[in-house]
């Protein structure tokens, strides 16, 4: 399939189990934000006016998916309460006729959205954390998606090939055809890998590789590529065994990627440059892009904040 057949719309040729679910592992400490994220999660924290989370559940609902797991942790309460009825909320925004800002909260969830959450009883890494859903997603292929990494697809005029859907709404469609696990990545400066999972494979198509080589972390000189995971995946339901078999890995946590490395014995896995772009929220300088960028394409504030950024002195 080219990847130009995102725009035409072109069926896939295989009936293939739909992707329903998709995972957000949430239980992180979010120590890198302290002190917002003391009594907070970081999944909270707004990026103009909505929470990192959000911006990933909306990703999910775009890409057809309609059951949202939650692997949460201690102090998370905040992500459950965003994704519930606000009952005193709606009832006062309804009586003052604020009818706008109350479609606004209950859009939040839409009535065909579920949501559950699993419990991460500790932090041992986001393999494990995947592995706390397994009941939950069952004998389907799912999604997996890391709401640190925001990602935006806003195709400009000029882009070539370009598609309007969003990250893990191409995947979704490539998986329709490829029917193997699929891995977002994009190309990241040398000097940065060790920050990622890395990828090596043959190319297939253009943005598209058969993925034969996968390692967390690497330092520079042992990196097989520049080709880094950003925060999306499409899993195949035997991941979970290839998680459970393997033993903690770098930093002392059971790695999601040691799982794929795993899986690559007997399946075949797809590496896929996605089109859009990533801010790495989990930072304090992607953040503070994310803000900055999505304030200036915001209905409400863009203008004005982009003549505060022009008449500001350096
Ligand atoms: C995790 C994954 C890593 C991936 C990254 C993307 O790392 O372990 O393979 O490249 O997310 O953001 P973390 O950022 O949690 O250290």
Known sequence: MALSDFTNNVKPNIARAPVTKAVFPVAGLGTRFLPATKAQPKEMLPVVDKPLIQYAIEEAYSAGIRHMIFVTGRNKRSIEDHFDTAYELEAELETNNKLA?????QDIKPDD???SYVRQPRSLGLGHAVLC???MVGNEPFAVLL????MINKPSADQVGGTQLSVLAQMVKL?????????AVQEVPMEMVSRYGIVAGEVAEDRLSRVNKIIEKPKPENAPSNLAVAGRYILTPEIFNQI????????GEIQLTDGIANLLKTQHVHAYQY????????SKEGFLEATVELALQHPEVGATFRKFLQDMKF
């Open 175 to 183: 998986y329709e055809h490829l029917g193997t696990s699929i891995l």
């Open 113 to 115: 959205m579920d949501c």
């Open 133 to 135: 859903a397994e009941r």
């Open 147 to 150: 709401a640190d990494d925001l």
């Open 275 to 282: 089109y859009g772009k990533r801010y790495d929220c989990g």
């Open 101 to 105: 800002l109350l479609r606004l909260v």
């Open 244 to 251: 459970r078999r393997q033993t903690t890995g770098v930093q």
